[in-house]
């Protein structure tokens, strides 16, 4: 059963990061307050365009890097997969980007792109908004995904775990009223930099991001996505967000 409340606890807290930093907690209908350390590309911004219809030609997979790395971060980039800088390496960042986009071609979830992925990469459509061009966060349970959808009507996929059986992430049309910018604690953990959306269940960051559903009803993203998510102001007091 899904324990809801004041704050509810998804993640698995800070314990490889030291203490945590005293929270800043604003609710609605206060604004949205930017970190002190902000990723350094804010990918709906988009300026680079994909490379070749095909992407990268041979397979590859955590640790490696070169010129093939480059061109997957490039094609997964050019589709609308975040990823928060160009490093070249295959790095967790584009194992996370490479899981986003097998969950959402229905392939197997495995943050490797070998020859299966690699092929879909060569076809696959750009990441598209399925609720409107409006501004709004867009939760799909059976893909494990994450969509980021700004004023434009861009749209940008991320790595996602969702409310495993026993506690499951609600269904429905919801909104952002709070969010703390730190650690906020919790009776299983601590989340990292929550926006609550529906009592005590907010999209946060904070380990682990994987293939199934997992949180305790939370939507848990990789700590550099919701840091982006702080820094591009797509995600403020107020936001819309649809789990579906």
């Known amino acids: 059963m899904l324990v809801l409340g004041t704050v509810v606890a998804c993640g698995t807290g800070p314990a490889d990061r030291g203490a945590p930093p005293p929270p800043v907690v604003t609710s609605a209908p206060a604004p949205s307050t930017t970190p002190t350390t902000a990723p350094t590309t804010t990918i709906m911004a988009t300026t680079v365009p994909a490379p070749g219809p095909s992407g990268p030609t041979e397979a590859t997979r955590p640790g490696d890097d070169g010129p093939q790395v480059e061109a997957l971060q490039l094609r997964l980039y050019g589709l609308g997969y975040f990823l928060p800088a160009f490093t070249g390496t295959y790095d967790s960042a584009t194992a996370h980007a490479v899981m986003a986009f097998q969950k959402r071609q229905g392939l197997a979830r495995d943050g490797v792109a070998g020859p299966e992925t690699m092929g879909a990469l060569a076809t696959a459509e750009p990441v598209a908004a399925a609720e409107g061009s409006h501004p709004h966060l867009e939760v799909s349970l059976a893909e494990q995904v994450l969509v980021v959808v700004d004023a434009q009507g861009r749209a940008v996929a991320v790595d996602a775990t969702t409310g495993a059986a026993a506690t499951p992430t609600p269904r429905g049309t919801f909104s952002i ?29 904070g380990p682990p991001v994987g293939a199934v559903p997992a949180s305790h009803g939370c939507v848990r993203i990789p700590d550099p996505a919701i840091n982006w998510l702080w820094a591009s102001d797509l995600a403020v007091i107020g936001t819309e967000v649809v789990v579906r």
């Open 177 to 205: 009223f709070r969010q703390v910018d730190g650690w906020d604690p919790g009776p299983n953990g601590a989340l990292y930099r929550p926006k609550y959306f529906h009592q005590g269940v907010a999209v946060h960051g």
